[in-house]
């Protein structure tokens, strides 16, 4: 694997370190040697991976538990890191929303836009344009494999995914020239916390195949520097490939709209 340290800088940012893909994120860049910012809110699980992190592989990583939702925070973590020579950033932290779109609150629709869209589009062009000025430096950004479709069931999710996707594969091409790699990567269903949070959608009443976290980090670690996007898994990318272009949009729609209502767990309006 290369030398990240040497091609970007001696310092990684991992957004949703605290568990998950995030945490395999922070782990697999410490193993190459990279200091680690790890960012979440839940300050204790930094504290102990940033401690593990620094006894197995002697790197220096700083926990800045933050809430990614508050007004400010990604010019917070601008300024936090602002005298460390930072290299890498991973705009991981991600929430969903499943279920029918009207009786999920508007909030926390808004909550997932904002994460999972907002913070990554804030963050790559914060740190797009720092590391265009230094002329080296790489920024991943995490979809999913929902982007390939329009999703009935999980419509703003899916929707914010291929916002991100878009934005950092236009992003691969204008920063490629100065230096910066962009690179998104589109896991399809992996095993973590958030993946089975029941929140609309039983995933298991549709398939109970998942990767591994750790997989789909070496996929886009293995991959950073050389493609815009990489969607990890043999199985997923056949499903990348058919959807967005063997099927006509409709008919994708329509298809996940019948799998997913399949998977549907509680219709009842919430409370906004
Ligand atoms: N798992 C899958 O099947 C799958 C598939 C495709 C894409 N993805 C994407 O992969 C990314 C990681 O998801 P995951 O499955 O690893 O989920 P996860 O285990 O739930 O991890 C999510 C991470 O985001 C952090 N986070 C959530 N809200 C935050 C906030 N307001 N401020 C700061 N950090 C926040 C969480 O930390 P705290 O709670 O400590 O703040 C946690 O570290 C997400 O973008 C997700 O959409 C996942």
Do not use: C, W
């Amino acid at each position: 694997m290369k030398d990240f340290r040497a091609a970007y800088g001696q310092y990684a940012i991992v957004t949703g370190a605290s568990s998950g893909i995030g945490e395999q994120f922070a782990r697999h860049l410490g193993a190459a040697g990279v200091n680690v910012v790890l960012v979440a809110r839940r300050k204790d699980r930094l504290e102990a991976l940033a401690a593990e992190l620094s006894r197995t592989h002697g790197t220096d990583n700083i926990v800045f538990a933050l809430d990614l939702l508050a007004d400010g925070a990604v010019d917070e973590l601008a300024r936090e890191v602002s005298d460390l020579d930072v290299g890498i950033v991973v705009a991981n932290a991600g929430i969903s929303s499943a279920g029918p779109l009207v009786n999920n609150s508007l909030a926390t629709e808004l909550d997932v836009l904002t994460l999972d869209a907002a913070v990554p589009l804030r963050m790559a062009h914060h740190f797009g344009g720092e590391f265009t000025r230094r002329g080296r430096g790489a920024i991943i950004l995490v979809a999913s494999s929902l982007e390939a479709s329009a999703t009935p069931f999980t419509a703003n999710y899916a929707a914010a995914k291929a916002y991100v996707s878009s934005l950092g594969q236009a992003l691969h091409y204008e920063l490629k020239n100065h230096g910066v790699d962009v690179l998104v990567v589109s896991p399809g269903m992996t095993k973590t916390e958030g993946a089975q949070r029941s929140n609309g959608l039983d995933f298991q009443k549709i398939s109970s195949t998942r990767m591994a976290p750790s997989q789909v980090v070496q996929a886009a670690l293995h991959n950073l520097g050389k493609r815009a996007r990489v969607i990890p898994g043999v199985t997923n990318k056949a499903a990348d490939l058919l959807i967005k272009h063997a099927l006509p949009r409709s008919l994708s729609v329509d298809m996940f709209g019948r799998l997913f209502s399949r998977a549907l767990v509680d219709t009842a309006p919430r409370e906004s």
